[in-house]
């Protein structure tokens, strides 16, 4: 059996036998285009690709939101305010308020403290200015442990 994945709701998708692509399916003006290697055929409906073909359409996922906030592309665990990206220090940067004068780092980070490494997530910026630090990753499997 080839199911029909979508990639764009109602507009595109790829054809797969098992976990080979062998084509695609895309609607143009009205007409969905089924494209198998060198053949194309054109169909009025998706139902009547299903009734002529062994194709079944799969149902699009709407994507979840990702959970959290962002900042650089660097999760956070809050919402981030003032979010910049520090040229000095090359870090993502944000406050949990909006007038606060705290700085936290996005990401994960591996800091080493009285000779001992820990992962932390979003840890404050003094915290990094005073110990060793490697980072941000964005995830704690981002570090390989010795």
């Given at each position: 059996m080839v199911t029909a994945k979508p990639v764009v709701k109602n507009k595109f998708w790829i054809l797969k036998d098992e976990d080979r692509k062998i084509g695609t399916v895309e609607k143009d003006r009205g007409t969905y285009i089924v494209k198998i290697a060198d053949h194309q055929a054109e169909f009025k409906t998706i139902k009547t690709i299903e009734n002529k073909t062994n194709i079944s359409f799969e149902q699009f996922a709407k994507?979840?939101?990702?959970q959290g906030y962002e900042v650089n592309g660097f999760l956070t665990n809050s919402k981030p305010y003032n979010a910049v990206y520090n040229v000095?220090?090359?870090?993502?940067?944000?406050t949990k308020k909006p007038k606060s004068?705290?700085?936290?780092?996005?990401?994960?980070?591996?800091?080493?403290?009285?000779?001992?490494?820990?992962?932390?997530?979003?840890?404050k910026l003094i915290l990094l200015q005073r110990y060793q630090y490697m980072g941000p990753v964005h995830s704690p499997q981002g570090f390989t442990y010795r």
């Amino acid at each position: 059996m080839v199911t029909a994945k979508p990639v764009v709701k109602n507009k595109f998708w790829i054809l797969k036998d098992e976990d080979r692509k062998i084509g695609t399916v895309e609607k143009d003006r009205g007409t969905y285009i089924v494209k198998i290697a060198d053949h194309q055929a054109e169909f009025k409906t998706i139902k009547t690709i299903e009734n002529k073909t062994n194709i079944s359409f799969e149902q699009f996922a709407k994507q979840q939101k990702k959970q959290g906030y962002e900042v650089n592309g660097f999760l956070t665990n809050s919402k981030p305010y003032n979010a910049v990206y520090n040229v000095k220090t090359r870090l993502p940067i944000f406050t949990k308020k909006p007038k606060s004068k705290s700085w936290y780092a996005a990401g994960y980070y591996k800091i080493n403290i009285k000779g001992r490494s820990k992962v932390v997530w979003c840890p404050k910026l003094i915290l990094l200015q005073r110990y060793q630090y490697m980072g941000p990753v964005h995830s704690p499997q981002g570090f390989t442990y010795r």
